[in-house]
């Protein structure tokens, strides 16, 4: 089956950085995406990988190893307003998305 | 219109009643998929479509059906709901389909649908 795991919750601080995980299981590979999802709204791209290594877009990184099936997403300097779920999904052999659960990470100050 | 809208926001049915939930895109996407979210279990597909006249389904389709008659709408239709479809509903479009290894999905405002 096709399977992809990432922690359930995740707490940080303000002003921290946080590293999240996503390993997977799918049949065929062909693209890695995060998605941020804030309580109550829909699913924003934030990143997509393909090839490995690291991904950098402003505060946010995302890297991917394909040998291993994992990718993180990197967040740094995190804000109150990073408070989100945030979703791993890869592209399988048969171009769909497969998703994550998500995590919901939960920001102090 | 810009990008993906639902109607309605929110539902509360009967169960045994019929409803369809309405999307609508505006990006000339050829690709649009429905997808329930439920607490811990993150976004299952339920039907989808690479294209105009043509659907698919996902993986959790049963009770559900879906039609395409042109690129822009893509509703969803419970012929007779149940309670386990109590969910939020989300209505996703992409600019390219299957056979493309890049299918960033746009997704609209969700629809809550509690069925008692």
């Known amino acids: 089956g096709q399977n992809i795991d990432q922690p359930t919750e995740m707490t940080a601080t303000e002003g921290a950085i946080v590293q999240i995980n996503c390993t997977y299981q799918?049949?065929?590979?062909?693209?890695l995406f995060w998605y941020q999802q804030h309580a109550g709204e829909a699913p924003t791209f934030l990143s997509y990988?393909?090839l490995d290594g690291l991904e950098e877009k402003g505060r946010f990184s995302s890297f991917l190893s394909r040998s291993k099936g994992y990718s993180y997403l990197l967040l740094k300097e995190l804000q109150m307003k990073d408070s989100a779920s945030y979703l791993c999904?890869?592209?399988?052999?048969?171009?769909?998305?497969?998703w994550g659960a998500g995590t919901k990470l939960i920001i102090k100050p | 219109i810009a990008g993906i809208t639902q109607a309605p926001t929110s539902q509360i049915l009967a169960a045994g009643r019929r409803m369809t939930l309405r999307c609508t895109q505006d990006?000339?996407?050829?690709?649009m998929y429905w997808y329930r979210q439920d607490l811990g279990l993150g976004l299952r597909l339920i039907h989808y479509?690479?294209?105009?006249?043509?659907?698919g389904k996902g993986e959790v389709p049963d009770g559900y059906s879906v039609s395409r008659a042109n690129t822009d709408d893509f509703p969803l239709t419970l012929a007779s709901a149940v309670p386990s479809q109590t969910s939020v509903y989300f209505c996703?479009?992409?600019?390219?389909?299957?056979?493309?290894?890049?299918?960033?999905?746009?997704f609209g405002p969700g629809t809550r649908l509690t069925v008692l």
């Open positions: 996703a479009s992409s600019e390219i389909g299957a056979g493309s290894d890049y299918n960033e999905q746009f």
């Open positions: 990006m000339r996407h050829n690709a």
């Open positions: 479509s690479n294209t105009a006249g043509t659907t």
């Open positions: 799918t049949s065929g590979f062909n693209g």
């Open positions: 990988n393909v």
């Open positions: 999904a890869v592209t399988d052999s048969n171009y769909q998305l497969i």
